[in-house]
């Protein structure tokens, strides 16, 4: 621990991971990894899983029910930390993730699988949403920022390592022992949780919950999902506009709901809280470009899919790598340039990426890929741990600030769903032209991400 000059404490990642706190990094970004990993190893499992069990037909789904489950308990993660505590909360998610892992792993129908996914999504959910909402209890403000960076950077560790880790089971192919790890690692965590998190929470009232928010924000959930399935074209646009317009109804539900998902203070007008979830939003939808950044390096580069699927990982390590080296700012102005500088950083890094596509691309090109897109990563790796700190430091109301900090997760799922919809349908617009679909998806991501730069900028003269 070390001081500003003006008696701040400020933390040090030897604090973090060192005797004292080692135990809840590890439930902390664990949790949020073991979500993220699990995307990305059942995307690369299910071809292999569909040619042994059948049921291509619902192949979509598998996507779709697991996203939906995790929006419904993201935003249950107040209620049941209020009534459960950190460590009755983590137990719950861990125990559903295992048993709905476990139903994968075992398997013999299509069906039964997608029964396995929505559990798993709803232990997932929670352990992605409580990464974040128990920080502030378990860790010390002035450990905030880098336990913020720790479990966020979890998302891109689990879009390197999922891939990695299923290729591999997919190669040999024993798809289920994949899920028989992955379930493995969450017993693992789950048995450190009651020694590693603060038992004096549970027993709160955890109020009522928030069905119409849910009903609404679930069905924009299902909705962009099925833009991902549904044949391009008017019916796509008409599910996304549709997912817009529940959206809406939701935001115009909240601000005058007593019982909501995000906090009062969201739309308080002199409140910065609005300005801070756009800019998550912004670079959420920026991270989503990676589905279809590996299918640009087989066809324009003639990749083989694994050395594709790690070219797609290049913005992962960028995020990754960019959040540790952020987290080590600790003066208040400098910190205010990093929030705005972040999403400008990734349009810079998604435009130079899209003015280097093109046919034929040989390997140095292709460096030149990696490295542009190792950038727009490090946009989003630097911006999203200070912005988290925003979040959780927003109010000193205990309750706002707990609503304020688990409605990260929710905030971000949707935004990704958002994302991976408007992906689609960008690279549908370039079609037949590969080339023309990348400088669609990379120049309009680019756009959205200048857009960041002026919410965080909002939220800069708010604050």
């Not at 404490?9 to 004292?20: C, K, M, N």
């Not at 232990?123 to 502030?136: K, N």
């Amino acid at each position: 621990m070390t001081l500003l000059d003006d008696g701040t404490r400020v933390g040090t990642w030897r604090e973090l991971l060192g005797p004292g706190h080692i135990g809840t990094s590890v439930v902390l970004a664990g949790g949020v990894a073991l979500y993220a990993i699990n995307v990305y190893v059942t995307t690369s499992l299910l071809p292999t899983a569909v040619r042994d069990i059948g049921g291509e037909r619902f192949y979509a789904w598998n996507a779709t029910v697991f996203l939906i489950a995790s929006v419904i308990s993201s935003m249950l993660v107040s209620r049941i930390l209020a009534s459960r505590g950190a460590v009755g909360a983590y137990l719950t998610g861990f125990g559903a993730f295992t048993l709905g892992t476990v139903i994968c792993a075992a398997s013999p129908v299509m069906e039964l699988l997608l029964a396995g996914r929505a559990i798993q999504g709803l232990g997932g959910g929670l352990l992605a949403g409580l990464g974040f909402a128990v920080m502030r209890s378990a860790l010390p403000p002035h450990l905030w920022t880098r336990g913020a960076a720790l479990v966020s950077a979890m998302w891109g560790i689990g879009a390197f390592i999922g891939p990695a880790l299923g290729g591999l089971f997919a190669q040999i192919g024993a798809w289920r022992l994949a899920f028989g790890t992955l379930a493995a690692l969450a017993v693992a965590i789950a048995f450190i949780v009651p020694r590693a998190l603060p038992r004096g929470e549970h027993g709160a009232a955890a109020g009522p919950v928030p069905g119409m928010s849910l009903a609404l924000l679930t069905g924009a959930a299902a909705l962009i999902s099925l833009a991902g399935v549904l044949p391009r074209g008017a019916l796509t646009a008409l599910a996304v506009a549709g997912a817009l317009a529940l959206v809406a109804l939701f935001l115009l539900h909240e601000r005058r709901a007593e019982v909501r998902v995000l906090p009062a203070l969201t739309f308080s007008g002199g409140s910065p809280l609005k300005w801070i979830y756009l800019t998550i939003v912004v670079l959420a939808i920026g991270s989503t470009s990676e589905t279809f950044v590996p299918l640009f390096g087989q066809r324009l580069g003639g990749l083989a899919p694994v050395a594709a699927g790690f070219l797609g990982a290049a913005l992962s390590l960028g995020w990754s790598a960019a959040q540790f080296l952020s987290a080590n700012a600790v003066r208040p102005a400098t910190i205010r340039r990093i929030r705005v500088a972040g999403p400008a950083v990734l349009a810079t890094g998604l435009a130079l990426t899209g003015l280097l596509q093109a046919e034929n691309a040989g390997g140095p090109t292709m460096i030149l890929w990696i490295v542009t897109y190792m950038i727009a990563g490090a946009g989003i790796g630097m911006a999203f741990p200070h912005l988290a700190t925003a979040v959780m430091g927003s109010t000193d109301d205990q309750e706002e600030a707990g609503r304020a900090t688990t409605a990260i997760n929710t905030v971000q799922l949707i935004a990704s769903a958002f994302g991976s919809a408007l992906a689609g349908v960008l690279v549908n617009l370039g079609e037949p032209s590969t080339l023309r679909s990348a400088h669609y998806l990379l120049f309009g991501f680019a756009l959205i991400a200048v857009l960041g730069s002026l919410t965080a900028r909002a939220s800069r003269s708010r604050a």
